[in-house]
């Protein structure tokens, strides 16, 4: 078994096309490692090399919650989980065009 | 309770159980309902402190304009605010925003400038940025900024829900211009050792972040990681769900935004339990469901109103 990313619109040029990619690794770390060796590029588009954390407009989440909040990219990962891959978009309660509150 | 004026009665909302949804007899939600505010949501709160800050600081004078980008309970709560101290307000907003909450704007008495819809939500900032650039002897309060917005939170949510439950573990709150999180969940960790401060932050469908270059993304200012324990990401399916839950269960009438809220909090509830730790989780319900019934939330099947919601902005 594998780890399931789901991967946004706007990087699936680095997947050739596909929404959903998998992967292994014990570590989210680990798991860029695996998956960059199968769509080239894919890892830059998500971690900066200089600092090697997340880019700062990226949000990943494991089984949906922020790994920001669960180590980064030293996230402990499990066979079954899933990874989502998102842009910070403003939003929210805050600015909505067709219906949302606030 | 008596008021000199409507401003007057900003805040002070209950806090009510919701006992059929709290998981045990020690592990109990509770909700405070922001929709009790004048203009019916949480942001008469921040309205309201950043208006009287921005006197404080004579920004605001007689006669001022007032520009904010907002099409939604922002842009309500700071015409009700503006129209009371005789300031004008423009609020920025997206061509495609509904015409149920341009009415609503226009009613309290906004003047409206639209921003292009295929740029969203980021554009209608870049359009009210332009605009004060443009009118220097404008005021832009800019939510998403300004620290009067979370002071709101931080002077008045705080302390209200700390004095209504002396024995909360958790603070679940949806995660926008991050005012609500940030100044509430500042004042509770300052006095509450060990308190949980979770974000619930909405996912929504991917037309929504198609168009967003990764590198191009926007973080408030306000927002400080810092203050949160964590973050959890919440779809439409879940949030509807718990929306029709919480007036199914508990008579609730509440917003999506505020299902996302409850859906997060079960989750943390559901881990104290588990756990075996007793829990009390104050949530947030940020305003009741009248403005969303055009939506198709709260009719049909779960299925039918997530399909409705595809593509918006829903919290």
Known sequence: ?102 | MRFDSLVDSVGRTPLVGLPRLSPSPDVRLWAKLEQDNPTGSIKDRAALWMIADGEKRGLLTPGATVLEPTSGNTGISLAMVCRQRGYRLVCVMPENTSAERRQLLAMWGAEIVYSPASGGSNEAVAVAKRLAAEHPDWVMLYQYGNPANAQAHYETTGPELLADLPTITHFVAGLGTTGTLMGTGRFLRERVPGIRIIAAEPRYGEIVYGLRNIDEGFIPELYDGSVLTTRISVGPKESLRRTRQMVEEEGIFAGISSGCILHAALIEADRCVRAGQRADIAVIVCDGGWKYLSTGAYAGTLEEAEAALEGQLWA
């Not at chain 1, 949906?64 to 030293?74: A, N």
């Open chain 1, 1 to 102: 078994m594998a780890v399931q990313v789901r991967v946004p619109t706007i990087l699936r040029s680095y997947t050739g096309g596909s929404k959903v990619v998998e992967g292994v690794g014990d570590t989210l770390a680990a798991l860029f490692i695996d998956i960059d060796s199968h769509f080239p590029g894919l890892r830059g588009r998500l971690v900066s090399e200089d600092a090697g954390e997340l880019h700062r407009f990226v949000n990943i989440y494991v089984n949906d919650e922020d790994v920001r909040f669960l180590g980064g990219l030293d996230a402990k990962i499990s066979d079954g989980d899933t990874v989502t891959i998102l842009p910070a978009v403003a939003g929210g309660s805050a600015m909505m065009p067709a219906t949302a509150g606030i």
